[in-house]
């Protein structure tokens, strides 16, 4: 949506392993961003970054990575150690204008 | 952490009705924006106001921020059944030392036909 590709649109993790769920943006935003999303709730920001080889940890980085070696890219791995990675997954960008542009997320299951 | 909390949780009406719905946040904001969710959808950005705003309209929306009572008021005119969606407030907050919006938990709107 908007410019910003997140793929795939389902993904399903088994037990132990790590799973990578894409985001890339043709908005020539600086900043990206993770957020997660539980039913009926709010977004929870899981690691963000202002640019290119730099990122944070929001309020919820245990057990997710991240990395942002290009402006277009930032994946986001949801480690084995991420008890409770069921969720839907939204990635966002921004320029200087302060809104922010969502992709349409990625819905995380575990098998 | 969760910095604005909107209210109410959900909202039933019919069309052509309007339909408020409030947010409450806790510290001092740059900016609060209000999105908008599909089921099962990313998030589309609908307002931003200014700290040192108090109203802002974009067609059949109105928004009202007072940063005393830290609330803000998002109004739908004249509803209409694809209005149905979830509506999220977010502040901007840049003095947290991170430029991340910070989300409420939602209110669920349903413009009955």
Redesign the interface.
Same mark, same amino acid.
């Given at each position: +949506?908007?410019g910003?590709t =997140?793929s795939p649109k389902y993904l399903f993790r088994k037990e132990g392993q790590n799973v990578t769920l894409s985001c890339e943006q043709n908005l020539n935003h600086d @900043?990206m /961003?993770w957020?997660r999303q539980d039913p009926? =709730? !709010?977004?929870?920001?899981i690691y /963000?970054s202002?640019i290119v080889n730099d990122f =944070?940890k929001? +309020?919820i980085a245990e057990g997710y990575s991240v990395s942002r070696e290009k402006k277009e890219s930032f994946p986001l791995t949801v480690t084995s150690a991420q008890k409770n990675p069921t969720a839907?997954y939204?990635c @966002?960008s921004?320029g200087g204008?302060?809104?922010?542009?969502? !992709? @349409?997320?990625t819905?995380l299951s575990v098998l | 952490s969760q910095q604005g909390e909107e209210d109410p949780q959900a909202l039933s009406i019919q069309e052509g009705e309007n339909a408020t719905m409030n947010c409450s946040y806790k510290t001092s904001i740059n900016n609060l924006q209000w999105y908008r969710q599909n089921s099962g959808r990313g998030l589309v950005h609908l307002i931003l106001i200014r700290s040192n705003e108090r109203e802002k309209h974009s067609g059949r929306l109105r928004v009202t921020l007072d940063t005393s009572k830290k609330s803000s008021s998002l109004l739908i005119t004249a509803s209409r059944a694809a209005d149905t969606a979830s509506y999220f407030c977010a502040t901007d907050a840049w003095d947290t030392g991170r430029r991340a919006l910070t989300f409420g938990s939602g209110t669920r709107l349903q413009v009955q036909p």
């Open positions: +949506d908007g910003i =997140q @900043a /961003y957020y009926g =709730q !709010g977004l929870r920001l /963000y202002q =944070q929001g +309020d839907f939204l @966002a921004s204008m302060g809104n922010k542009h969502f !992709g @349409a997320g819905r | -």
